[in-house]
């Protein structure tokens, strides 16, 4: 018997919208739309288009030893991340081989987030709690408890100008900040 695919918060959307979708690392996932993939490609390369994300990991890193956690498990200097920035890093075994990749994004120097690979949600969750259990930090694995989202393309910040009042351009490459979208 096969474990059931999970799904975003966004699968019945994309069915009712003429997604084609296929079982991705324990979700099924969009993978095409009617129109075809290179439409989307020339949408997204000449407008914009919004990818579904919600199958990736997120952890929060919270407290005093969060940086110092942070820098424990992955390859990147988290300390030396500016604040609001985002940056590649890997998580590394003690004998420097790769477990998995991600992007952090270091809020502040007590919350750190670190997106991980749908493939690596749970292993990676445990790996973290594993190797930072001796630092003063809470991890919260919010997964499932935020969405994510990708607007990306050349029109991506015009779209987003309409549904927000954040400052859209004040955010330089591999930069992020929080704001609200439609009021909330």
């Known amino acids: 018997m096969t474990d059931a695919l999970r799904q975003t918060p966004l699968t019945a ?32 390369r000449n407008g914009c288009g919004l990818f579904d994300l919600c199958h990736m990991g997120r952890l929060v890193l ?32 003690e004998d420097g081989t790769v477990v998995d990749d991600t992007l952090v994004y270091k809020e502040n120097d007590e919350t750190i987030h670190v997106v991980i690979n749908a493939s690596g949600r749970e292993a990676d969750d445990a790996w973290f709690r594993e190797n930072a259990a001796s630092f003063n930090v809470e991890i919260e694995n ?39 979208i439609l009021g909330d």
């Open 142 to 180: 919010v997964s499932d408890a935020q969405a994510m989202l990708a607007l990306q393309g050349p029109q991506s910040k015009d779209v987003l100008a309409k549904i927000t009042d954040t400052d859209l351009e004040s955010i330089k490459y591999y930069r992020f900040t929080q704001g609200t």
């Open 62 to 93: 919270r407290g005093p030893d969060a940086i110092a956690a942070a820098d424990h498990v992955l390859s990147q200097n988290v300390a030396r991340i500016p604040q609001g920035a985002i940056r590649y890093a890997l998580i590394c075994a």
């Open 13 to 44: 959307w994309h069915k009712a919208h003429g997604a084609r979708c296929v079982p991705f690392a324990g979700f099924e996932m969009p993978v095409q739309y009617e129109s075809g993939i290179k439409d989307e490609v020339h949408q997204v």
